[in-house]
């Protein structure tokens, strides 16, 4: 057998390195899941039974921080569409300390209070749905959510990066079946962001333009890791994917926040996500992933040099010693045929 020779990658954006070594034997379709077509089991029920999200439950949540109700008519009861509460386990929690303190001699160890704030969408009453299967006016929804909490949260003191993200899925980080995603706000940009944004204003000052719009350029112009494109958005493979699947959904309007997007560019948004998930979903049988929108520091807009932008990473492999011990990705895939394989399956949005 001949081995194909493995490329290194380079992401033109953070400098990071991928090695991109399909195998051989290995066709797109052997990533399928097989889980779609699962019954809804005794055990799912009596998880249902449990679960703190379920409409009925909602004082083990406690207050909502926001909500979105639907109207069934004069005579019926509204209903809750979405719900925003603060999580009963937060990463952070609201405070207003946040001096460095430091440990050992020469102030070796710094250290300060967890503060800021961690939210769940509960994205949907009904426990067995997830965005491939919404609507698109829920969809919508769960977008509008994200923008009216990090237009309030980015006001706060000490609040300095907001991350909105989904887990779907025991691979991807939940137990929790029930669809929702998650908001940090946290006091601190964290070293990656920073040199993510570095380099872009860098880019920027070499070429005078911004780096996402000349990827956006260039995946257009190559045309084979495009997965679907809109009036507004595009989606393709990234040329440097981590890890299977992967895939970016890109504005093509020049915007450095998330917050600030219009009307028309949410409800595209909200149909180029339903359909890509639902090709995830349909081709490769409903697997974990994991999500997160990367939008400039609320400060940093306008920008010129940043572009926000959403993320899909799939979790079809586990990051192991190589990856944790080189921070070198090993995608054992060709984004040009994952990209291809996804362009074909059929995804139907239904409004
Ligand atoms: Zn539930
Ligand atoms: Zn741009």
């Not at 386990?89 to 209070?113: C, D, H």
């Not at 965005?131 to 969809?139: F, N």
């Not at 639902?278 to 081709?283: A, F, I, M, T, V």
Request: charged share 25%; proline share 7%; hydrophobic share 35%.
């Amino acid at each position: 057998m001949v081995n194909i020779m493995p490329e290194l990658r380079q992401n033109p954006i953070t400098k990071d390195w991928v090695i991109i070594a399909p195998e051989r034997s290995k066709r797109p379709n052997q990533f399928k899941q097989h889980r779609v077509q699962e019954k809804i089991t005794k055990l799912d029920r009596e998880e249902k039974a449990r679960c703190p999200f379920c409409p009925g439950n909602e004082e083990i949540c406690g207050k909502a921080v926001l909500a979105y109700y639907e109207d069934f008519g004069e005579d019926a009861q509204s209903k809750w569409s979405l719900r925003v509460v603060p999580n009963k386990f937060p990463a952070l929690v609201e405070g207003e300390e946040t001096s460095r303190i430091t440990e050992g001699t020469g102030n070796f160890f710094v250290k300060m209070n967890g503060v800021g704030y961690h939210e769940i969408v509960i994205e949907h009453p009904e426990h067995f749905q997830t965005i491939a299967t919404m609507p698109c006016k829920s969809v919508e929804n769960i977008i509008s959510s994200y923008i009216e909490r990090y237009q309030v949260l980015i006001k706060k003191p000490n609040v300095e990066l907001i991350t909105i993200f989904r887990n779907n899925g025991p691979g991807a980080g939940t137990s929790l079946r029930h669809p929702h995603s998650q908001i940090i706000a946290s006091p601190i940009i964290p070293i990656h962001i920073r040199h993510m944004i570095e380099e872009a204003v860098r880019y920027f000052d070499t070429m005078g333009r911004c780096i996402y719009c000349n990827m956006i350029k260039q995946e257009k112009i190559l045309g084979k890791r495009v997965i679907l494109e809109t009036d507004y958005f595009v989606a393709f493979a990234p040329f440097f994917s981590r890890s299977p699947f992967e895939t970016w959904i890109l504005p093509k309007k020049h915007k450095a926040s998330f917050a600030t997007i219009s009307n028309i560019e949410k409800k595209d948004l909200a149909r180029v996500l339903i359909d890509i998930l639902k090709r995830l979903y349909h081709g490769l049988d409903n697997p974990d992933y994991n999500y997160m929108i990367h939008s400039a520091p609320y400060q940093e807009d306008p920008a010129d040099y940043y572009h926000w932008h959403l993320q899909i990473l799939p979790k079809l492999y586990k990051v192991a010693g190589f990856e944790l011990g080189s921070g070198i990705y090993l995608n054992s895939t060709s984004p040009e045929e994952n990209a291809k394989y996804l362009k074909e399956i059929k995804a139907d949005v239904s409004e």
